[in-house]
């Protein structure tokens, strides 16, 4: 328990810095209770702070030439981000406010749980589904035969305050 690995690469044919911010987790620290939770904390940090809620939020990374890509991996999550070079300390501040202080409030959670529901859905009907497949059959009960995004009865049960809780246990800590 380090601490989130951080890697930098800057493209000099292009005024553009990527950086990778991860956290030791991911589908592996995933109860069968709580499959996807990962996923949905990751999505709603990426939405904003509280300060600045997701559209203010979004629309001043995109004035920055900015990108914050959740990552749901089986052993670590965290987020691919990508801005402009004149504005990398700004927005690596939004950035990192984001992640200290999330936005976990019902109605944002709600939704974000929708949407992740249908990501689900149409999951099954594309070419990852073959991997789900594949997974399930080497893993069987183990976390890693699930899917990042869990199942529709997993994430319906996910409150705000399991997201408080799953963030204080693997990110903030």
Not at 66 to 74: A, E, M, Q, T
Not at 96 to 115: M, Y
């Amino acid at each position: 328990l380090r601490g989130p690995e951080i890697y930098i690469r800057e493209d000099h044919t292009a005024p553009l810095l990527t950086m990778g911010m991860f956290f030791a987790g991911g589908k592996s620290d995933e109860s069968k209770d709580s499959i996807g939770i990962t996923k949905l904390m990751c999505d709603l940090i990426a939405g904003g702070t509280p300060e600045m809620q997701a559209g203010r939020f979004s629309q001043q990374l995109e004035i920055y030439g900015g990108r914050i890509r959740p990552v749901v991996r089986d052993d670590y999550f965290g987020f691919n981000f990508s801005i402009f070079s004149p504005y990398f300390e700004a927005g690596f501040n939004m950035l990192k406010q984001a992640v200290k202080a999330p936005v976990f409030e019902k109605e944002s959670v709600d939704r974000q749980k929708k949407l992740q529901i249908l990501d689900g859905m149409r999951r099954r009907y594309s070419a990852a589904s073959a991997w789900d497949l594949v997974n399930r059959v080497l893993f069987q009960d183990y976390s890693y035969s699930k899917n990042s995004l869990g199942t529709a009865e997993t994430i319906s049960s996910i409150t705000p305050a399991a997201l408080v809780e799953w963030h204080s246990e693997h990110v903030k800590n």
